[in-house]
């Protein structure tokens, strides 16, 4: 059967990575959550102290990217694939809010995209993918056959996320949820790298009102018009 490149993106909380998830499965082809990728570099910037509120030392992020070693790695008990810094396993810690608060500002760095788009254009090459992401039909796959933009409100947004960090036990209040989701899609689309913005030729999902499996049939349905 044909193979294709479905290339996902969005705003943050728009239920990328599910959806990405779900057409994988059903595809059998590999998943990549590039957002995963940006968060690894966040935490790691974090964890040598590289970046506060007020300030960020790119240069020196920009000197270790060398020093960065991202792989995903599949794990049959949850379904799919962990992201691994330098041979750790990072998949909780890149999830927390903090990484979350600091991710698009590090997301911004053109040295760091560049690196990153490389390795997903890599990752991708053989098509048979699902990828989710700000830039990945605008710039890692320009070409992709099916390209789809998520949105949905920035409170429906917020209220999922707190949802599902609350169940991972992090305390946060729904006020910081919906701050930062805001604060990320403001930053998101007004960098002047790759700045997200929906490809003229993505189909536009708003699931304001849609369920997991109304969405998954829809763009299933999307999927086999193009194979
Ligand atoms: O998808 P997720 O919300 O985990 O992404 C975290 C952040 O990484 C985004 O808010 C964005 O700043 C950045 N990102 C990006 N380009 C991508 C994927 C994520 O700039 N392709």
Do not use: C
């Not at 689309?189 to 829809?218: C, G, M, W, Y």
């Amino acid at each position: 059967m044909k193979k294709i490149t479905i290339a996902i993106d969005g705003f943050s909380s728009t239920g990328k990575s599910t959806l990405a998830k779900q057409l994988a499965k059903a595809l059998g082809y590999v998943y990549v959550d590039t957002g995963a990728m940006y968060r690894a570099v966040a935490f790691f910037a974090m964890q040598n102290n590289w970046i506060s509120e007020v300030e960020i030392a790119k240069d020196q992020i920009v000197k270790s990217l060398v020093n960065i070693k991202l792989h995903f790695q599949f794990n049959p008990s949850l379904g799919f694939a962990e992201m691994y810094l330098n041979g750790n396993n990072v998949e909780n810690e890149i999830r927390s809010l903090s990484v979350s608060q600091n991710v698009s500002r590090i997301a911004e760095i053109s040295e760091v995209r560049s690196k990153l788009v490389e390795q997903q254009q890599e990752m991708g090459k053989e098509k048979a993918v699902v990828m989710d992401g700000r830039d990945i039909g605008t710039v890692v796959f320009p070409d992709a056959e099916l390209k789809i933009f998520m949105t949905a409100s920035s409170r429906t947004r917020a209220q999922r996320r707190f949802e599902e960090l609350v169940e991972k036990g992090q305390r946060v209040t729904f006020e910081e949820v919906l701050e930062n989701v805001e604060k990320r899609d403001y930053i998101d689309t007004h960098r002047i790298d790759s700045p997200l913005v929906k490809a003229e030729d993505a189909v536009v999902l708003d699931n304001s009102t849609l369920s997991k499996e109304e969405q998954f049939q829809l763009v299933l349905q999307l999927v086999h018009d193009k194979l």
